[in-house]
Every structure is written in C-alpha cells, then in structure tokens.
C-alpha cells in the first residue's frame, strides 16, 4: 500500500528499473566476474544461462529478484550481459517459462552470495537509522533513500516498500521523542515556566514575548541601542545558555532553534510538554547569541553614521578654520581655470600666407645683414675691401624667390 510521505519517484523505483540503467551502472552491477561467469556459464540452456546472470545482476543493483516478472528487465541489460556470455539476447524471452527455475536461482545465488533476509538484518538497520536520526536534520524522504542504499550494499533484501517505510517512520519518532526527553530533563522547573511565559501575550499588546524578542532592531537611533541592550540582557536572563545539552548534536539544537523562530506562539502551544520545551530551550539558546550580534551590529552602525562620520565631518570644518590662505588660493585656481578655459583667440585670417610670414622673415633677416655691413664698414681695416648698402642689398635680394603656380 503507498506511503503518504514518499515521492512518487521513490515508490517508482524502489525495487525496479525506473529507467535504464547508465553504462557506468552496467559496468558496475552487471559486468560478470571469474565466479559469476563459472556459474552462470554451468548452465545447460542459453536461456537459463541468461537468466540466471541477469537476476545476479539484478539483486546486486536493486537489492531484490525479479522473480515474478524476469521480462520487466531492460533491453541494454540483457545485450550487455548476453555479449559476456556468447549467446543471444533473443534467449531471455524463453526465461520464467518454468517459473520453478526463477525461484531456484534467485535461491542459489542468495546462498552463493550470502544475501540476508530483511529480518536477519532489520536490527542492524534500526541501529543505522536511530544514528542517523539522532546526529542529523534528514526528513523521512532521505532517511528512506538511505535504508534503501544500505540494504543494498549489506547484502540484505529489500522488504515490500510499506514495511520499509514503516519502519523508518518510527525509528525517526523514537529517537525524537528521545531527544526531547532527554532536553526536557536537563531543563529546570522555573526556567521550563519561564519559557512557557513566552508564548502568552500581554495585556495591550498584538504579539507574544517570544514574538517581541525575535524581532531585531529596525532604526540606527541612541534608542534602539538602548532597547537593543534591554532585549539582550532580558533574553540572557533567563538562563537558558546554563542548561547542559552537551549530549545534543549542534545540528539537532540548530534545527529545533528554526522550527522555534519561524512558528507562531500558538503552534508552540500546542505541542507535545517534552517538544515544546526542547524547542524553547534551542530557541532561546539561540537568542542570547542573536541578540548580542544585533547589538555589536547596531553599534557598528551608530559609529559609522553618527559618531565617526560627525567627527570627520567636525575635522574637515577645523583644517579650513586653520588654513585662511586656502580660499584665497582657490579663488586664484579658479581664476586660472577660467582664463584656460575661456574663448580662444581669434584665428589667422583665410587671406594671409605663409609666403607673406616667410617675406617679414627675410625683411628682418636683411636688415640683420644690413646691420653688419654698416657696421663693418664704419670698424674698416685689415684690407677687407669695403662693400656698399647698395650691394649688399643686391646680393641679399636673391635669397626669396616668388611662388610660382
């Protein structure tokens, strides 16, 4: 009969090929070793041959024998083992005609293998179970994949899949109820009545205690950092943090701590003694750690907006007090910025060439010259013949030529 808590996917593929099996699954589970082939190969038929390797394959990857319906088994199976073999595919449609024969090679190969029966091996899965529970946060679906892979690889076959699911349902409730036991007596009775406090709601107001202290800081305010500080000491005085539960995994603590922080007050209320005081006391662990946080955090805030940002703001305010020049400087940088970056001169005319730039040029070129002939005339001596403005001028006259198109 189906299991309300699995997946359809689960009860799908438990026991049998959901899908076909991946190379690397067929390499694994079904490739023949020495003894397989000896035995499978001891066989009269092709058929049984087939079969027989087929089931000791099958058992190894799903835990169980295909004994009513061997033809549900995928095609690739069948080929990958029939080339091992040396036979046909085609053979495994005559296997399960005597039905007799199925039964007795899933026999032989559970003693052959040392494959257990559920009940030789149910303890030592209630033990793995009851483990796995205890230490981690896995729900019903995963607890019921891990059975199922530690089926597998101890050699034990799989039960029906109501049996299995049944069995880790109440392994999982055991050992919670087990754990909540065992929270409910490390907590004192005022500290147990303390917490149970929590959930009421006082007069002329919309939310519970519990409810009031979850809720952080919402402003960066002096207030709320007084508040911040009333909500830390309140939640530390009630002394949840001086409770033994050494004995509690963290993750255990952690989880009730959620289921704690997220649940309204009444559904609180409304559980079992034991489990509402586990959860209170996980929940209000948590909060001594939660609250201080948010103070450090709050704090952090107020010393970056108010206190450090006003001082350097006050800082900045004292260096331009202290440095009159400074706005006198600026005003001449301005300045400057201006005259750089103000209308530009006006451009050359159109009409203006450089021909006539290159003829002032050699007009002062020539007075220079001039110059020097006069003045070497007027010095004279060392036979140097004298020359006249007229020939000078003449020799220079030379030097520009006129553009010729």
Request: glycine fraction near 8%; aromatic fraction near 6%; charge should be positive.
């Amino acid at each position: 009969m189906p299991v309300e808590y699995l997946s359809a996917e689960q009860a799908a593929r438990y026991g049998r090929f959901a899908t076909e099996p991946s190379p690397g699954e067929l390499e694994q589970f079904f490739r023949l070793d020495k003894k397989a082939l000896g035995l499978a190969r001891a066989k009269r038929r092709p058929a049984t041959r087939l079969g027989w390797a087929v089931q000791w394959g099958t058992v190894r990857m799903l835990g169980t024998f295909l004994t009513e319906d061997p033809a549900v088994v995928p095609a690739c199976v069948v080929r990958f083992v029939a080339e091992q073999l040396g036979v046909g595919d085609e053979h495994f449609a005559e296997y399960g005609a005597r039905s007799q024969t199925v039964y007795e090679h899933a026999w032989k190969i559970r003693d052959e293998y040392s494959y257990r029966d559920f009940a030789t091996g149910e303890a030592e899965l209630g033990e793995f179970l009851a483990a796995r529970v205890w230490s981690s946060l896995e729900g019903p679906r995963a607890l019921f994949d891990r059975a199922v892979v530690w089926l597998v690889n101890n050699r034990v076959l799989l039960p029906g899949v109501s049996t299995l699911a049944r069995m880790v349902a109440a392994v999982r409730s055991e050992e919670n109820d087990r754990l909540h036991a065992a929270l409910y007596e490390a907590v004192p009775y005022d500290l147990r009545t303390e917490m149970v406090r929590l959930l009421e709601v006082p007069e002329k107001k919309r939310v519970s205690e519990l409810e009031r202290l979850r809720l952080g800081p919402m402003r960066v305010s002096g207030r709320a950092m007084e508040l911040a500080l009333d909500r830390a000491r309140e939640v530390r005085g009630l002394g949840a943090g001086a409770v033994d539960a050494g004995r509690v995994p963290a993750a255990r603590m952690t989880g009730l701590a959620r289921y704690g922080l997220t649940s309204k007050a009444p559904t609180l209320k409304r559980l079992e003694v034991t489990r509402q005081t586990a959860t209170l006391l996980a929940t209000v662990r948590h909060l001594e750690t939660a609250t201080v946080d948010d103070t450090l955090d709050l704090l952090h805030a107020l010393m970056a907006t108010k206190l450090l940002a006003k001082a350097e703001q006050m800082g900045n305010d004292a260096k331009l007090k202290a440095h009159p020049q400074l706005r006198k400087a600026a005003k001449k940088v301005a300045g400057a910025v201006d005259a750089l970056m103000g209308p530009h001169p006006r451009p050359t005319p159109a009409n203006s060439s450089p021909w006539s730039t290159r003829g002032r040029r050699s007009s002062r070129s020539f007075g220079r010259a001039a110059g020097l002939g006069a003045r070497h005339d007027r010095r004279g001596g060392s036979g140097t013949p004298r020359r006249s403005e007229a020939a000078l001028r003449a020799s220079c006259s030379g030097g520009v030529r006129p553009f010729q198109a």
